[in-house]
Each structure stands twice: as structure tokens, then as C-alpha cells.
């Protein structure tokens, strides 16, 4: 079993589809959200949340902007496919141009 980090991008930052929905919108997304995490269950390690704007380090410098990715979650599954199972119906894909990105968690050398 391996963990996986879910990165849920999109071109309009979380702050402004936050800021752009009724709280009719937001109830009936919420709603779907708690759906998807309990059908899934025990696969669902950490729900997550929104993310913010991103700070871009290299050495010597730093650079404050917008990222694409808008929030996570962290899941558990048998393999990078059935991970991809787990999120075929995720609500996400509802958001406009929304985009998921699934990556897993390596272990570290020596630990």
C-alpha cells in the first residue's frame, strides 16, 4: 500500500472560486466533496484543503505568484492506477479546465 499526494490545479486560484460562489454553490460543493471522501473511505489519509498563492524559491532569490495548484489530499491505494480509480469521479473534474496530478510518495533512503 503506498500514499500518494493529489494536486488539484486549476487556472483560477482557489481564493477567487471561493470568493465567486454563493453559499448555495459552496454548500452543494462541500456535499459532493464529503460524497466522494466517503465512498472512498479509509483510501482518503488526509482530505486536505485550498491552497494559496505560491512562493517560487531557487538559490538566492524568491518569487511570489499564483501556482496552479489550487489544493490537495493525500490517499492510499495498492498501486498509481488504483490510485487513479479512486479519483475518476472526483468532484474536481467539475471545476472549469480542473486538473489533478497524482504523485507518490517515495520512501526516504535510510529511514
Known amino acids: 500500500m503506498g500514499r500518494y499526494l493529489v494536486l488539484y490545479n486549476s487556472p483560477t486560484s482557489a481564493a477567487e472560486m471561493m470568493a465567486s460562489v454563493t453559499p448555495e454553490q459552496a454548500e452543494a460543493g462541500m456535499a459532493e466533496w464529503t460524497a466522494w471522501a466517503e465512498k472512498n473511505g479509509t483510501a482518503i489519509v488526509d482530505l486536505g484543503v485550498p491552497l494559496g498563492d505560491a512562493l517560487h524559491l531557487a538559490p538566492g532569490s524568491t518569487a511570489a505568484g499564483a501556482g496552479t495548484a489550487t489544493g ?40
Open 72 to 111: 490537495y489530499s493525500i490517499i492510499e491505494a495498492d498501486s498509481l492506477d488504483a490510485a487513479a480509480k479512486v479519483l475518476e469521479d472526483h468532484p474536481h473534474f467539475h471545476t472549469p479546465d480542473g486538473t489533478i496530478d497524482v504523485v507518490e510518495f517515495l520512501p526516504m533512503p535510510g529511514m
